[in-house]
């Protein structure tokens, strides 16, 4: 179940809070790259409820480390183009 932006609102005023994200997906994919092999990725998708900072993107490893983020945006679409997707490539030292 989702929250309209209205209960997310109303959510942050009630508990006096800064920020209140819902998680819209959650999805399971694989990268294969340089390292040598396969390695589960999940992707997810997150939704403040209004604003033009509305929707996030993270990239996780399967331990639930972030390995890459980018720049909120007004649309899904825009957060995905914002990631950088590139930090995927980079060695856990290197994030």
Known sequence: MG???????????????DEVHTLVATLRTFQTGDFGGSRPITIQVWDSGAGPARYSVRALDEDGNLLAFGNPGDTVHAAIRAVHWVDLDKPPRDR
């Not at 929250?3 to 809070?17: I, N, V």
């Open 3 to 17: 929250l309209d932006p209205s209960q997310l609102e109303y959510l942050k005023k009630t508990a006096g809070l």
